[in-house]
């Protein structure tokens, strides 16, 4: 017994599978369509090999459009003319720039957007413009092409330089320079023992300056003791005169004839006790004044301005 086929439910299968191959064919090669877009036009000046449509444009390395079309510009010939389809939330700024750039090694490029502050205004179409326009900058590869042709530009000015410096006679006084240079490091070579005793005895001269200027601190503090000394010595000596004065006058003529004798003598001694005195301090004054005094003595060469 044969079975009844039906050619209606295979039919209607064959429809719902091509439709459905249909809607997910045009999705794929053609993008959500309800999905809105702003475009933009791009021109650059340099090679976009390595960008390819449906690439993304990037914004601080978030997706937010994809490269909608490439061309060169009708009216420059010379420059690649990029259409791109930005979301329409994104808001492009007049100071936004759109760079090539490269994804990690493997050579497939996307258009990254850059700037874009806060106080410019929003990107317009001007009176001759379809679409409005984002200004491009040098990508990175560029950048580095143009470097490198400066770089390998001034090697060869200096290059030039060097050998017009390098002559026969520039040579010649290269040469004698470096003779002569060997000369200088070789004579301090030779007198290296030397340098090292004047250094060890410059070392000695300052520690032993110190110990001197610590040692006249003290002949200092001695001077004016000693000084102090005669000093109370002749008042005590002037005192004891005046007494003896006093005694002699209420004394007999034997004292008095002792005073007449003897008190001219301890008077001499008072005077010269009290000259010792002022010699000494006069000495103390003048070593802490200047302590050169005491090696040069008094008759030093005034010092001349900034000496």
């Known amino acids: 017994m044969e079975k009844k086929i ?8 064959v429809i719902v599978l091509g439709a459905t191959w249909l809607a997910i064919s045009l999705w794929l090669a053609l993008g959500d369509f309800s999905t809105q877009y702003t475009t933009y036009h791009v021109y650059m000046d340099e090679s976009v090999s390595g960008l390819y449509l449906e690439a993304p444009v990037k914004y601080r390395g978030v997706e937010i459009g994809k490269v909608k079309q490439i ?6 010939p010379d420059q690649v003319q990029l259409t791109l389809d930005v979301d329409p939330e994104v808001r492009i700024k007049e100071d936004t720039i759109a760079v090539l750039s490269v994804q990690g ?3 497939i490029a996307f258009v990254d957007l850059t700037g874009g502050s806060l ?6 179409a001007k009176d001759d413009q379809f679409y409005p326009v984002i200004q491009s900058g ?5 950048r580095l092409d143009m470097s490198g042709t400066k770089l390998v530009a001034n090697l060869n000015v200096l290059a030039n330089a060097l050998a017009e410096v390098l002559d ?3 040579t010649q006084a290269l040469r004698e320079t470096l003779v002569n240079i060997n000369k200088i490091t070789s004579a301090f070579a030779n007198r290296q023992a030397e340098m090292e005793q004047g250094i060890v005895s410059a070392s000695e001269f300052l520690e032993n300056g110190a110990v001197a200027s610590g040692q006249f601190s003290s002949l200092l503090s001695q001077l004016d003791a000693t000084a102090k000394s005669f000093e109370d010595m002749a008042a005590t000596l002037s005192k004891t005169g005046e007494n003896v004065n006093r ?9 008095q004839q002792f005073s007449r004798q003897t008190l001219p003598e301890l008077g001499a001694l008072i005077s010269e006790l009290r000259r010792l005195a002022d010699t000494l ?6 070593l802490e004044d200047d302590p050169r005094v005491l090696i040069y003595g008094r008759d030093l060469e005034v010092p001349g301005p900034g000496e």
Do not use: D, H, R, W
């Open 247 to 255: 005694y002699v006058a209420n004394s007999g003529a034997g004292v």
């Open 6 to 13: 039906n050619y209606a439910m295979v039919g209607l299968f």
């Open 168 to 170: 026969a006679e520039g």
């Open 105 to 107: 090694m493997t050579g």
């Open 71 to 76: 061309k060169l510009n009708p009216t420059v």
């Open 281 to 286: 301090q006069g000495i103390g004054q003048n």
């Open 119 to 124: 106080g410019s205004p929003l990107l317009e």
């Open 138 to 142: 040098p990508s990175f590869f560029s």
